[in-house]
Every structure is written in C-alpha cells, then in structure tokens.
T-cell receptor
Framework: GNSVTQMEGPVTLSEEAFLTINCTYTATGYPSLFWYVQYPGEGLQLLLKATKADDKGSNKGFEATYRKETTSFHLEKGSVQVSDSAVYFCALRPETSGSRLTFGEGTQLTVNP | DTGVSQNPRHKITKRGQNVTFRCDPISEHNRLYWYRQTLGQGPEFLTYFQNEAQLEKSRLLSDRFSAERPKGSFSTLEIQRTEQGDSAMYLC?????????????FGSGTQLSVL
C-alpha cells in the first residue's frame, strides 16, 4: 500500500538556521507529493506541491524536489524564522486511485529567537 | 470567503453516547473530505463526497460511523456508541476541482474526547 515516512521529530532550531525535514514515500507509479503546514490552533494549509519527477515545489522560502530515484521529497529552507514554528506534514496522492491523501506522521518544528 | 468551518471545536462525551459533527465547506467547493487525526500522527482519510454523493469510504469508517451531505453543501459526521478509541481530531476539507489541480482547504477540526 501507499505510505509516507517523515524524519523522527521534533526539530528545534535557532533563527536563521538551515532546515531539512526528510520525507520518503512508497507508492506505485508517479504520485503527486505535497507538504502541508499546521500552525497552532489552525487547520492544515498547503505549503507546496510537485506532481512529477524532478519537479521542485516552492513557497515562502521553502523548497522540495520530487526525487523518483530515491522516492523522496525532502523539505528545505535556507533561513528559518520564529514564525515558521509549526507541524509539517508530507503527503502523497496516488496516481490512479482517486483523491485521497496519505499523510506522514508530521514533524514538529520549533524555531527559537 | 470564510474558509472551512467545523463545529463544535471540542466535544467531550461518555462512552456509548452518540455524537455528531458539522462541516461547512467553502461555498463553491463541490468536494468535501473527512479525515481523522490522532495525537502524534498524520491525518487519516475517512470518506469524501462529490456534491451529495459519497464516492469513497475508508475501511477505518466502521458501521458506527456515518457521514452525509444531503444538499451538497454542509456535511455531518455521526459516531454512534462512541468508544475511547474514537478520541481524535476530526478534520474536514473541501476543494473545488478534481485531480490533478485539486487543492484542499482544511478546517480547524473538532477535537473529540470519549471518557
């Protein structure tokens, strides 16, 4: 079946540090890949997405590249801010089986000033 | 655009009671999804509607769970004879178009605690 695995968390960084949150997936074919972010007390928001191999999704300084050869979609940001503190979820939508998303377990990011 | 609205935000109930949650999607969205999220885990798909038709249900949706979207607008999720294992955050999401350009908008969820 389809699955998404994120790096074990939580992650604590100082402001302006470099961020990487690892995400690997298991799925047949070419799923679409997503990063969602959940700020405290709010609903999940789409952060970025990529729909085919080698695509790079980017938004708000965050980037992730769809790597088919390593089945990965790692999230990166060059310089994090305190306001980036949130829970980040990697997710996939299968190529052929409808609209459901499969999420990873989430990674709590805390950025200290 | 007021976003996806879910009510109530919190629900505490005793084991064996029935509970019902409501989701009001973004007005022009024709797809509506229900997910369940337990502490420390990502959301798990429960079911989704295209207008008023329920098109897919997860095996997680036992016979005690029922979802409706009678007029293709708001949706309700009912859990009968609640169990402690039902304690979770229940998330609703809506979208306007289908794959591959679909973008889901999530509500803030209903936190259910079964005592």
């Amino acid at each position: 079946g389809n699955s998404v695995t994120q790096m074990e968390g939580p992650v604590t960084l100082s402001e302006e540090a470099f961020l990487t949150i690892n995400c690997t997936y298991t799925a047949t074919g070419y799923p679409s890949l997503f990063w969602y972010v959940q700020y405290p007390g709010e609903g999940l928001q789409l952060l970025l997405k990529a729909t085919k191999a080698d695509d790079k999704g980017s938004n708000k300084g965050f980037e992730a590249t769809y790597r088919k050869e390593t089945t990965s979609f790692h999230l990166e940001k060059g310089s994090v801010q305190v306001s980036d503190s949130a829970v980040y979820f990697c997710a996939l939508r299968p190529e052929t089986s409808g609209s459901r998303l499969t999420f990873g377990e989430g990674t709590q990011l805390t950025v200290n000033p | 655009d007021t976003g996806v609205s879910q009510n109530p935000r919190h629900k505490i109930t005793k084991r064996g009671q029935n509970v019902t949650f409501r989701c009001d999607p973004i007005s022009e969205h024709n797809r509506l999804y229900w997910y369940r999220q337990t502490l420390g885990q990502g959301p798990e798909f429960l079911t989704y509607f295209q207008n008023e038709a329920q098109l897919e249900k997860s095996r997680l949706l036992s016979d005690r769970f029922s979802a409706e979207r009678p007029k293709g607008s708001f949706s309700t999720l009912e859990i009968q004879r609640t169990e402690q294992g039902d304690s979770a955050m229940y998330l609703c999401a809506s979208s306007e178009t289908g794959v591959p350009n679909e973008k889901l908008f999530f509500g803030s969820g209903t936190q259910l605690s079964v005592l």
